[in-house]
């Protein structure tokens, strides 16, 4: 890949590709690239692919575009996130509706994901032990033998 250098005082602007800067004192005169260097580089699908990431195109209006497959541009702006799936773990008693409500918004995530729902009553300790200094308890008027 070439990686173009400008002069030192225009040394913010040194980039890949083509690149054309105007001289910003106005002559109406391009800056000159002085030297080219030849840099080892990996085009992005080449590394997604080779390290199980996914990759996409991120559009003009932030979001998240088509997957990519072809990398030859240098100034789009992708992101790469990994294949494996993420896993979110619900707990959950007498959840619905709020299951329904929930599934919708995951099925909008643009990545890989997988939902654990443990439907029953969990006991008021490690993550939640904070609610019994404060009086909280488990009401078994609410639950069939810890389940909805």
Not at 113 to 120: A, L, R, T, V
Request: glycine share 6%.
């Amino acid at each position: 890949m070439e990686f173009n250098e400008f002069p030192e005082n225009f040394s913010a602007l040194n980039s890949i590709g083509r690149p054309q800067m105007l001289d910003p004192q106005g002559s109406g005169q391009l800056i000159p690239i002085v030297k080219i260097e030849i840099i080892a580089a990996i085009k992005l699908d080449s590394f997604c692919s080779e390290n199980n990431y996914e990759c996409h195109r991120i559009t003009r209006e932030g979001e998240l575009g088509k997957e990519l497959c072809d990398s030859n541009s240098p100034y789009e702006n992708y992101i790469a996130f990994p294949i494996a799936p993420i896993n979110f773990f619900t707990i959950v008693l007498n959840g619905q509706p709020f299951i329904q409500y929930d599934i919708e918004i995951f099925k909008q995530i643009p990545f890989k994901w997988h939902w654990h729902i443990i439907e029953g009553v969990a006991d008021l300790n490690h993550d939640t032990s904070w609610s019994v200094q404060l009086g909280e308890k488990v009401n078994h008027e609410i639950h069939k033998n810890g389940l909805s």
